[in-house]
């Protein structure tokens, strides 16, 4: 059976889904608001850019990506959004590899569950594709996104782009210059949803 | 006869149109390359915004929006953006009014054509509401925005979002919060035009 999910997963090779970011972004490229720390993941008023997730059981477009992301084959983490996130008791969705990307490694620190932590972002992504088994893999965090972009191994960005300008907090991108190319728009209730293909990345200075 | 367009005039209130920034915007959240200056007035790669100017005379969503600017009753302008513009020679379209935001009256500088200098946010958008005639008042550049935006005077944005990563430049928004309503959202080759009506802004530190 060929459900447009399943022809998602294939969509950037024969052997291996794309890696793609799913992010939820202000119009002004934060993140998060202010201050995000422990007790406080997403900001001072953070929260606003998760309202669209109301939706995300609804047969509109933010089901539609909802869905998408949850059939994912792998997940690509950066350290501090996996510590924020709990590890996310080491199952993030149906025990898929939860690969986290860290410039420490502890030995005695085993993360739970399907989470493994890589030093290195070449193997990260690497493990992440083969663990998928040709289903696209996850990206979550700004830290890995843009470790991923500059290793030129980002294929896909999936914003969630919402009516809102935070004016502080944390933002998506870095210096980097990344020529994108548009390749799926959908509008629901307070979101609309850009799927980008990652055409280019140049590294610039980091900040 | 109604066109589409007259009914768009009409659209924030019977007597007067709206007021709206017109905008091309990275999906970084900027409007300029670095290093924007006289010579080089969309800062270093700017132009990259603005590739999709070439379709703004097609039948597409790029050439709808384009129409639309230009049919706007009166344009309001930061300082910086008209010189940098050139003044537009005292005309920007059909001759409507221009009323340019400065923070400095200099009485042997009069500007060219329909171009008048204002130092009152408050005065400047009621005039050029007024000469609007009914139709929507269109803003450019980023700190005649702010400025309006700080001073609950803008209506609605229609952001030209462009699928690039600039990285560095100059940025749209200030520190101020503004919670937005999508009104529209049209899709043309390598842009995506968003139109938001403003709901609430709250004025921030400035940068």
Known sequence: MTTPIEEDHMAADDAFGPIRLYMSMSLDGFITGPDDRRGQEL????????DW??????DGASG???REATATGAVISGRRTFELAGR??????DG??????????????????SARFFTDVGVCAAEARAAAG???VLVHGAGAAQALLRAGL??????????????????LFDETRV????????TDQGVTHLRYAVERAEAGRPR
Chains 1, 2 share one sequence.
Do not use: C, M, S
């Open 43 to 50: 900001g001072a008023g953070g929260w606003r850019l998760f």
């Open 53 to 58: 997730l109301d939706h995300r059981h609804g």
């Open 64 to 66: 539609q990506v909802y």
């Open 88 to 93: 996310w008791q080491g199952d993030h969705h």
């Open 96 to 113: 898929v590899a939860i690969n986290v990307l860290t410039h420490h490694l502890d030995p005695d620190d085993r993360p739970p569950g």
């Open 134 to 136: 040709g289903r696209a």
């Open 154 to 171: 980002l294929d896909e960005l999936e914003i969630h782009l919402v009516p809102v300008v935070l004016g502080k907090g944390r933002r």
């Open 179 to 186: 020529e994108l190319r548009q390749v799926r728009q959908l």
